[in-house]
């Protein structure tokens, strides 16, 4: 666990668990309230709320003194970039936005890969892989805060589908498998004869489990694939839109734009432009 940033009731953390399927999983509790960002590998949730798979692009909910296990049934390790809030701090952020001191407390225990949330997952990404931030921290943890508060309801239709752990497993195989190689030509035919499953079930199945379907997931790792490159690299927009799994840049173009709400170059200066105001100051 390493610190990213800090402020007057929130913290930003760095997390990197190495556990894989041959280690135990033992009760932890939350000391406030936590949204952590999944950037990478896949891991099971569990707590009073219920049980999710966590997946890249998917987010952790815990509330203040909440118990929960997390566990790498089938696979080892994973990252992810977690905000922690001081209950008092977080519950007058739900009041500024209209919301009751019950809406505070999350119904749930995790958030699917969903658009709303792309941009600020891509941004919490950069800021932790380079020293010299070029994220604006307390602005990002307001940002998601409000986002995840005014997310959680709209989710609840998917929570009321139970998923057997057969489901889990087939899926959890299929999430790898697209977070390892998100530039393959990954198709729904493909992964349901990979899952021993009709095109239908395992459809069902991997919305059930996510919260997204396998081509939304797909294209969700492709671009944040694609916007750590922008940020980092000086290659052609249209070499990592190719190298990234796009058939053509104009394709990338519009993905890109309707999942972070401006083109590829724009992102890209404007990344560039906060790492170097970073390392001024």
């Known amino acids: ?51 999710e798979l966590l997946t890249p692009g998917s987010l952790l909910l815990g509330n ?15 990252r992810c970039v977690s905000f922690h809030y001081q209950p008092a701090y977080f519950e007058r952020l739900a009041a500024d936005m209209g919301l009751s001191r019950a809406d505070a407390s999350f119904p749930y225990s995790s958030m699917p890969p969903l658009r709303v949330f792309s941009s600020l997952i891509a941004r919490a990404c950069s800021g932790a892989t380079h020293r010299a931030s070029c994220v604006a921290w307390d602005e990002l943890a307001v940002e998601l805060a ?44 493909r992964f349901a004869q990979l899952c021993g499953l009709s095109d239908f079930y395992f459809l069902r199945s991997f919305e059930r489990v ?20 922008l940020a980092d690299e000086d290659a052609k927009i249209v070499d990592i839109a190719l190298d990234s799994g796009f058939n053509d840049v104009s394709n990338f173009n519009h993905a890109f734009r309707a999942e972070f709400a401006m083109s590829p170059r ?15 100051t």
Do not use: N
């Open 146 to 189: 409000d986002l995840t508060l005014r997310s959680t309801q709209a989710d609840a239709k998917r929570r009321a589908r139970a998923t057997s752990a057969s489901a889990w497993s087939r899926v959890t195989q299929a999430v790898r498998l697209i977070d390892e190689t998100p530039d393959a030509p990954h198709t729904l035919a």
């Open 64 to 78: 203040a003194g909440a118990c929960f296990e997390c566990g790498h049934r089938h696979t080892r390790g994973d």
């Open 1 to 51: 666990m390493r610190t990213l940033a800090a402020g007057d009731g929130w913290s930003a953390t760095d997390v990197l668990c190495t556990f894989g399927p041959c280690d135990r999983p033992f009760e932890e509790q939350h000391a406030g309230v936590c949204i952590a960002m999944v950037v990478a590998g896949s891991f099971g949730y569990r707590s009073a709320a219920g049980r």
């Open 266 to 280: 724009t992102w890209r200066m404007q990344r560039r432009a906060r790492r170097c105001e970073a390392r001024e």
């Open 210 to 229: 996510t919260g997204v379907t396998p081509h939304q997931y797909v294209l969700r790792a492709r671009l944040r694939h694609a916007a750590l490159r």
